[in-house]
């Protein structure tokens, strides 16, 4: 997997099997749901643009926080944390992260401190298939950043798939397993400099 692709795409999707018929969401009640999330953890299987698949487990600590464990053979660790992306690929024997603003990926739309889809413009798209609805979101001011699909079910509210394409129209889909809320997690868990000192060792 190309470690540049994922970060430009911010590689995620989250689907729970199983979602049952709900009515359509308002974006003020998703809103709220990401507001309302503070942590969670689930394993996740990526598919990536090229059709290649990974495993691993998914770590999320809001605002600004995510990580994502990847599996073997994947040497790979994905990382957000003080505004910014760190990537650690194992195969380029290098203890340092590199490193991208958190910013200037569609991940920031989920990540950031107070969520609201009905500002400025952020949605460019909104469907309900019946079962789920789908948000389509990206940066108004910077719309080569990419766009992040998010799908929902209701009855409770759960986020259930997040599609990001890139600005070259690379998408990347990851599909997790339960997703368990609610637990402690160590801010060490998403701390860049942390790992690469611990990684120095």
């Given at each position: ?13 989250a689907l729970v ?43 999320i600590k809001r ?139």
């Amino acid at each position: 997997m190309d470690r540049r692709t994922f970060i430009m795409t911010s590689g995620a999707a989250a689907l729970v099997a199983g979602p049952v018929a709900a009515a359509e969401l308002s974006l003020d009640r998703i809103s709220a749901y990401l507001n309302g999330l503070r942590t969670a953890e689930a394993g996740f299987t990526q598919v990536n643009d090229d059709g290649t698949l990974s495993t691993g487990t998914l770590y999320i600590k809001r605002p600004g926080r995510m990580r994502f464990e990847y599996n073997p053979p994947e040497e790979l660790l994905v990382m957000a944390g003080a505004g910014q992306i760190g990537i650690f690929d194992g195969k380029s024997n290098l203890g340092k992260a590199e490193r991208y603003p958190l910013s200037q990926t569609p991940l920031n739309v989920i990540l950031e401190r107070n969520v609201d889809l009905a500002r400025r413009n952020m949605v460019v798209g909104k469907s309900y298939d019946g079962t789920a609805t789908t948000v389509v979101a990206q940066d108004p001011e910077h719309p080569e950043y990419g766009t992040i699909a998010l799908k929902f079910t209701a009855d409770p509210v759960e986020l259930r798939q997040w599609v990001v394409t890139d600005g070259q129209g690379a998408v990347t889909t990851v599909i997790l397993g339960e997703m368990r809320k609610g637990g402690e997690l160590s801010s060490t868990l998403f701390n860049i400099s942390f790992e690469e000192d611990r990684r120095a060792r």
